[in-house]
């Protein structure tokens, strides 16, 4: 009966916030429930969205054809243990670059006319593995040694200090924005930016209770709580938390011989505090979504809200029809009739 009483409070829960939207973020409370909520990602030319255990990926055609694909979704998470709470968090971030990748590697396929395979076994585990390889050494390793270099002109303490974390902190932040300030200079980005912006919107229409087409998306803001930007904030921050706590707490605990050995040590217990600092990652992030009535709510949310100023660029029509198809693809029969959908729209 409880369970009962709690799905009919988030039903009630949800009319509620749906009625309310008018461009916020609407049916937030469905974070509270098991429902899979629809996600999405911009790739090259299109967008990609996921609804439970299938995606799909709609992607503008250069005849201005808009072609879906329906997917089913990889998952690691099919064990019920690893659905629950702050253990859920690494194994969805793992699968969401998976099935991230995938989705990329198709649309660039497609942008550049090629019949290149999907990745699979071992090709996509190696791209999985260059990816995060490149993340962790720029985000990782780049600001560790910068933080070193800083200790060796005078301006900071070793390892074992609180300075040390500062500085690798701030390095974290400033590598960070200016990565997202580069790649907006290239013109293939700000396009994916804009499909960015076209996902977001249709997303907000979809959690109100109006009509999900272009038009009426063009008014909601392409800003979303619930954006991997916003995670990726989230995770930078936890880390300097925890980092500046566990890393010295580790190296009272244990300290290997010579500085060379103390810092890849060091190191490599920040690789594996990943593990936890996603999981957190991903429950506040919820958490704060659902805070929409709340102070706390939008001060949690606002730095990941202003930075998706930097990652999602106003989309124009066409960006946006190819966002309806892609939910229209992603919901399959689930589709509500107040989805209208854009022309010349093909499923395969």
Known sequence: MAKQADRHAARTDRGRSGRRANGRQALLPLLLSATPLVGGQAVMEG??????????????????????????????TNNPVLRQPFLRGFPILIETLVNGIRALNRSAAVAAKTDDEELSGWSLFLTLCVSLALAVGLFVVAPHLLSLLMKELGMGGDVEGLSFHLWDGLFKFIIFISYIVFITLVPDIRRVFRYHGAEHKIIHAFESDGEISAEAAARFSRLHPRCGTTFLLFVLSIAIILHTVLVPAFLMFW????????HAATLCFKLALMIPISALAYELIRYAARLEGSVLGPILRAPGMFLQLLTTWEPDREQLEVAVAALAGALGPETPPRLKMPPRVFFS
């Open 47 to 76: 967008v990609m969205m996921r609804n439970g255990g299938v995606y799909a990926i709609a992607l503008r055609q250069p005849d201005g054809d808009i072609a879906v694909e329906r997917r089913p979704w990889f998952s690691l």
């Open 255 to 262: 300290t290997p011989e010579g500085a060379p050995a103390k």
